[in-house]
């Protein structure tokens, strides 16, 4: 067995209580602003894979989105839906832990720059993952290996050295071809203990 160096994390779904984060930020703007969820999250979703994508931002999309649905919803929102995504902060220790074992951490995720780098800001994450790969900079998400190429070039990791975590079986099968190691981790559950566990027949100590 090859020796790892780095853990690979999810975002949504991993490190966060909700499944995605497109569920986070349409729950808290439906709640705060008195729309409907399912109206807002029709709409909001239409532009959700271009900024996934980097193809286009929140702010360039926003006074469209409102007019169709006929609403002047204040765009200070967004930021206020990101920072108050539920963060499992059990799912942090986690991670702190594994970077004190001097095992190197990353977040992979498929996400919008403004969001993870608000939620970054208040939860201080540059300082438990040595490095962070988001989907809107590298240009492309887990549905290809370019975001994972990103991760092993600055992590400057072999992709067996490496082990990533998802609760999404189909973004699974990019880096368990390339070579990575995998976990799948079920979210309805949250068995960290179980998870901790996994982690462990890889030879790591937590």
Excluded at 20 to 30: L, N
Aim: aromatic share 8%.
């Amino acid at each position: 067995m090859n020796t790892i160096k780095a853990i690979l994390f999810d975002f949504d779904g991993v490190m966060t209580l909700d499944k995605t984060g497109t569920q986070s930020t349409c729950d808290y703007i439906s709640k705060n602003y008195c729309i409907d969820k399912n109206v807002f999250e029709k709409e909001y979703r239409k532009y959700n894979y271009d900024l996934l994508c980097g193809r286009t931002t929140h702010e360039k999309i926003w006074n469209i989105l409102c007019s169709n649905l006929d609403e002047n919803i204040p765009v200070s929102i967004l930021h206020d839906s990101f920072v108050n995504t539920p963060i499992d902060m059990a799912m942090v220790d986690l991670v702190k832990s594994i970077k004190e074992s001097n095992v190197k951490t990353a977040l992979i995720t498929d996400n919008k720059i403004d969001r993870i780098k608000a939620i970054s800001e208040k939860y201080e994450l540059p300082k438990i993952f040595d490095i962070i790969v988001i989907s809107a900079e590298v240009g492309s998400g887990k549905e290809n290996d370019g975001i994972f190429n990103k991760a092993l070039s600055e992590l400057k990791c072999e992709p067996n050295e490496c082990i990533f975590i998802d609760n999404q079986e189909k973004n699974l099968t990019i880096p368990r071809n390339m070579g990575i190691n995998t976990i799948y981790y079920d979210d309805e559950k949250r068995d960290i203990d179980q998870l901790k566990m996994e982690i462990g027949k890889y030879g790591i100590k937590i």
